[in-house]
C-alpha cells in the first residue's frame, strides 16, 4: 500500500504566501477588519464585528473548507476532532479527501504497538471510525480491506475483530505500514498474546485466511481441491488428525496431514500408529473422499479383519487400520512356529469383511515381497521358499488355504500346508482328518452332503513333491508292500 509518509509539520512560509490569493482580506479604508486575515503570519478569519472566529469551519473562495482552532488561527497538518467526527487538515489547512495521513504513535496516541499511526479520509473528508467493519480502498488495479477503530486508527498486526452480528474473527493485517487485510496462505510468527491452551509451535507456522481474510481455526478447510486441517489457533496441522485413537473406543475418525505440506491424506500413507508417535511404521489407506482410515476401530468388518479392492488388488486391514502381510489364520488353526506368520497379526480371527461379501474365516496369504507387498495372493499354488521343506499351501479363488482337502492329486493338510515326502522315495503316510476333494468346498464352507475321499486315519502313498498315488498293487515302500484304491493304501496279503 502506497500511503504518504510524510509525518504531521508546520506550515512552511511559502504556503503562507500561496494561500494570500485563496483568502483575500475582506476590508476597506477606515472600516473593521472581516473575513481572512494574517495575523502575526497566521490565518484568521474575522467576523462582522472584527472578533476572531474559533473552533469552527469556514470556506475559503476555492470552496474549500478550513478549521479554526480554539484560538481562531487556521489549523494546518492537524488531526481534527468536531463532535463525533474526525478530519485532517493538510499543510494549507485545507480538509483532505480520499488520503492516507501519518502521525507518531507518540503520548499513548494508539494502544497498538506500532511507531506510527495511520488514518483514512475518506471522500467527504471524514476519518474511518467504525469499529467491525472492513474498508475496501483502491489502490492501482488491486482492492484491499483495512480495519479501523473508533478513533480511526488504522489496525495492524494480528487482530481478532468483532463484526455487527457478534461474530468474532481474527485477521492477520501486516505491519503498521501496510494494515490490510492478508488472504489466503501466509507464514507467520504466531501471537503469542492470542495463543490459546499449551502449545510447542515452531517460530513461524503455516497460516490460511481464505479469500475474505479470516483465519481457518479449529477446522478442515478445502483448498484447490485440497484439504487442510487447523488448530484452535488457525496453525496448520501435520500428522495424524487430534482424533479418537483405536484405544479409545470409538473409531473412524482419525484422518492423515502430510509432514511436509499439511494437506489430507488420500489412498495409501506409510505413517506411525494415529496414538503412538514412537510406534514402528505401517501402512495405512486413507478413504479418497473424506480421508478416514480404513477399518480403523473395524468399522469395516464384521469382526477383525476387513478387505478392500484397490487398483484391482485386494488388501486385508486389521481393526486399527494396520494393512496385514504375511500368512493369517483367522479360524482357529495353530499356525505357531510358522516364519511366514508375523507376530502382530498373529491372533486375527473371524470372518474377512462385512454382509454378504465377506470371506470365510481361514488361512489366507497377504504377499511380503516388496513390489506386491500386501496383496492378497489366490488361485494357486503357493510355496513359500525354495523347496518342498518349506510351506506350500494351495489358495482357492477367495485366496482361502484348502485345509483337509484334494487339490489337483495333492493333499493339504488341517494347517493348510501340502503333506509330502521327506526323500525322493515313495512314503506311506497316515493321515490326521478327513480328507475332501476340493470341489466339496464352496467359498471356503463345506458342503453338508460332503463325504471324505479319504478318511480320518488312511494310510496314503506320497511322493517328494506331494503327489498321492490314487491305485496300485504290491507297490513296495521301505520293506513294505501296499494295495491303493481310491488313494488309500492298505498292507497287502
Not at 180 to 200: F, I, N
Not at 230 to 244: L, R, T
Not at 361 to 380: C, F, H, N, P, V
Request: negative net charge; contains cysteine; glycine residues 12%.
Amino acid at each position: 500500500m502506497k500511503k504518504n509518509q510524510k509525518l504531521l509539520k508546520a506550515a512552511s512560509v511559502m504556503t503562507v504566501l500561496a494561500l494570500a490569493a485563496v483568502f483575500p482580506a475582506a476590508a476597506e479604508e477606515g472600516s473593521p477588519k472581516r473575513g481572512w486575515q494574517m495575523e502575526d503570519g497566521r490565518w484568521v478569519f474575522l467576523d462582522g464585528n472584527g472578533d476572531r472566529v474559533t473552533s469552527t469551519w469556514k470556506k475559503g473562495q476555492d470552496g474549500t473548507r478550513y478549521y479554526l482552532d480554539e484560538d481562531g488561527y487556521m489549523a494546518v497538518n492537524a488531526i481534527i476532532k468536531d463532535g463525533d467526527e474526525i478530519y485532517y487538515t493538510d499543510e494549507n489547512g485545507a480538509r483532505v479527501k480520499n488520503r492516507w495521513v501519518s502521525e507518531p504513535n507518540e503520548d499513548s496516541l494508539c494502544d497498538q504497538d506500532v511507531d506510527v499511526v495511520w488514518y483514512y479520509f475518506g471522500k467527504d473528508g471524514k476519518a474511518q471510525t467504525q469499529e467491525g467493519k472492513g474498508v475496501k480502498l483502491k489502490e492501482g488495479s488491486a482492492e484491499r480491506v483495512y480495519f479501523f477503530d473508533s478513533d480511526g486508527h488504522m489496525l495492524s498486526g494480528w487482530q481478532e475483530i468483532t463484526n455487527k452480528n457478534g461474530d468474532k474473527n481474527i485477521y492477520y493485517l501486516g505491519d503498521e505500514n501496510q494494515g490490510h487485510v492478508h488472504k489466503q496462505w501466509q507464514y507467520l510468527e504466531p501471537d503469542e498474546d492470542m495463543l490459546a491452551g499449551d502449545h510447542d509451535y515452531d517460530s513461524y507456522e503455516m497460516f490460511y485466511f481464505g479469500w475474505d481474510g479470516k483465519m481457518s481455526r479449529s477446522d478442515e478447510s478445502e483448498v484447490d481441491g485440497k484439504h487442510f486441517l487447523f488448530d484452535e489457533n488457525g496453525v496448520m496441522h501435520k500428522g495424524w488428525s487430534p482424533g479418537i485413537t483405536p484405544h479409545d473406543g470409538d473409531f473412524g475418525v482419525n484422518r492423515y496431514y502430510d509432514e511436509e505440506t499439511g494437506k489430507r491424506a488420500e489412498g495409501w500413507i506409510y505413517a506411525y500408529d494415529p496414538d503412538d508417535e514412537n510406534s514402528d511404521p505401517h501402512w495405512f489407506y486413507c478413504d479418497k473422499n473424506k480421508g478416514f482410515l480404513y477399518n480403523e476401530g473395524g468399522k469395516d468388518c464384521d469382526e477383525e479383519v476387513g478387505y478392500k479392492r484397490i487398483d484391482g488388488k485386494t488388501y486385508f486391514f486389521d481393526d486399527q487400520g494396520h494393512m496385514i502381510t504375511g500368512l493369517i489364520s483367522t479360524n482357529g488353526t495353530d499356525l505357531e512356529g510358522n516364519p511366514y506368520m508375523e507376530s502382530e497379526f498373529s491372533s486375527l480371527r473371524g470372518d474377512i469383511g462385512k454382509g454378504n461379501g465377506k470371506k470365510a474365516a481361514g488361512i489366507y496369504y497377504l504377499s511380503q515381497e516388496e513390489g506386491t507387498l500386501g496383496q492378497l495372493q489366490a488361485d494357486k499354488k503357493l510355496c513359500l521358499g525354495d523347496s518342498y521343506d518349506d510351506y506350500t499351501y494351495y489358495l482357492d479363488s477367495q485366496g482361502r488355504a484348502y485345509q483337509n482337502a484334494m487339490v489337483k492329486g495333492a493333499i493339504y493338510q488341517e494347517d493348510g500346508t501340502m503333506l509330502h515326502a521327506d526323500s525322493d522315495s515313495w512314503e506311506a503316510v497316515t493321515v490326521g482328518s478327513d480328507i475332501y476333494q476340493s470341489s466339496d468346498y464352496t467359498k471356503g464352507i463345506l458342503k453338508e452332503s460332503a463325504q471324505p475321499v479319504i478318511p480320518e486315519g488312511s494310510i496314503v502313498l506320497v511322493s517328494r513333491n506331494g503327489k498321492v498315488k490314487k491305485s496300485g498293487k504290491n507297490v513296495k515302500v521301505n520293506d513294505e508292500r501296499y494295495d491303493i484304491d481310491n488313494y488309500v493304501a492298505v498292507l497287502a496279503e
